[in-house]
């Protein structure tokens, strides 16, 4: 027999009773004492470990927690705009880009010393300044949306009443990206987009104000021909009448309001030719080429809540389907493609062909002059960190600032009045860039960029700012 078996037959006998514990192996009460005192010392020195170690974890954590969300979000994206619909088939290709000041957290807006929101020691010199809003950190955040049509297989994710989820699948969706509009904590609550104000003292946007609250959204609606489509009306967004869904976001009032907005109902009765049919009809066509809030200047933004009270209900649960990435403070979409001529010798963006455009395909993706770099388009954005801002330094610009000032048919919305030579000075202001392909704008993105930032509420006070993620996606068609 081995030491080990001796040792665990002692054991077993003691632990069993088969003999009297001799009493010297009790102890008395002044040694109990001795050895609280002790212990309470070690734990003390323990609980001062455990918590230098935790600090280093927490930022270790936020980073992993980070960087798992962002590689799942990863394969989502990439499977979405590989699937994207062909131009001739797609009504519609959108890019909204929004920015948006917001307090990083509650303890950023604590110790803003001028109470300007813009304003905050972004170089550490002790004093708050403003910047352009062309330069993105923890004040100045991207909050973009983009929408398009595409052809896979996608399953059902909402119900009806107590049917949680209604069996159902379509080959064809339109999918839409975002940071959600979330509910408040009131009990008939009301509904916040990023970053906005308290409406009044009692009520409050207490889940989506500060940016480390906001929730990057994904929604796919599939579409259906109204006959095709299980569980009835009732899930179903009509099409017709000239009203245009499920783009539209408002629907007329003889339909179920909001429907797709509130995100009830991730089916709409339409298929994708009959709702490229009405695009094609409409008489004004770009209001409904973007996922639009009527009665306001803002862009639909799906409606979420994450904070739902029992009993669960098919509307409930749906609001939970749109949650995609939490803590994500920046999104910003960017696109390439062929949109320009572009001299082959030089770059220049020209006229090579004298047809009287330089808006055409000239076979090359569009390139940045001198480097032969990928031209990316949107709204203005520092690439390179030099801080200048301009097409002649690469960075990201409208396609008109490339194009010497005139803009192309998509670019239906530009931040600016004209092309700037360098967005980068601290004057100058942005508002939204919309580019919006219609059925007959052929030629579309062949590549979308995606720059997500995650800010997990444990890296405060460890990490600066969020983990910046960049993802570069072929479109599908
Ligand atoms: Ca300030
Ligand atoms: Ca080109
Ligand atoms: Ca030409
Ligand atoms: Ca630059």
Known sequence: MTRQHNFV?????????????????????????????????????????????SKTIGGGQAINAAVRDAQAAQAVFARDFS????????????????????FRNSNDSLSDTDGNIASADFDGD??????????????????????????DKYARQTGNGNALIIADASREAWIWYGHLTLAN?????????????????????????????????????LMKDPSTINGGSAVAIPYGNGDLRPLAFRTTSSQPND???????????????QFKQDVLNASSPLSHMIFEDAGSTRVGRIRANPFQVR??????????????????????????????EQNPSTGAVEDVNSN????????????????????????????????????????????????????PVFERVLPTTSALSNYSNSGVTLS????????????????????LVIDRPEAEGRLLEGQSFEYVFNVGY
């Open 432 to 451: 939204r860039y919309i580019a919006a392909w219609g059925p007959t704008d052929l030629n579309r993105p062949k590549m979308i960029r995606i720059t």
């Open 185 to 221: 904590n009131d009990t008939s609550p009301t509904y916040y987009g990023p970053g906005d104000n308290h409406v009044s003292a009692t009520n409050r946007n207490d889940n989506n104000r500060f940016a480390t609250q906001w929730i990057l959204g994904r929604v796919t609606v």
């Open 259 to 273: 429907a797709l907005l509130n995100f009830e109902y991730d089916m709409a009765a339409v298929t994708l030719a």
């Open 311 to 340: 009993p669960l209900d098919a509307q409930k649960v749906a609001q939970q389907v749109p949650i995609f990435v939490p803590a994500c403070t920046q999104f910003i979409v960017e696109f390439a493609g062929d949109f320009l």
């Open 9 to 53: 037959n002692r054991f077993a006998i003691r632990y069993t009773g088969r003999g009297p514990v001799d009493r010297r192996e009790g102890f008395t009460l002044t040694e109990l004492l001795v050895t609280c005192a002790l212990v309470t010392v070690l734990m003390l020195a323990c609980a001062q470990i455990f918590s230098i170690a």
């Open 356 to 407: 009287g455009t330089v808006f055409e395909s000239d076979g090359q993706i569009d390139y940045v002059p001198g480097t032969g770099q990928v031209r990316w388009y949107g709204m203005p954005r520092d690439t390179n960190g030099n801080g200048i801002i301009s097409a002649s330094d690469g960075d990201v610009v409208p396609v008109r600032d490339v194009a010497g000032g005139t803009a």
């Open 126 to 151: 002790g004093n708050e300044e403003t910047l352009s809003q062309a330069i993105y950190n923890f004040r100045n955040h991207r909050i973009d949306t983009v929408g398009f049509f595409a052809i």
């Open 83 to 102: 699937a994207a619909a062909p131009a001739t088939v797609s009504p519609v290709m959108y890019i909204v880009s929004d920015r948006q000041y917001a």
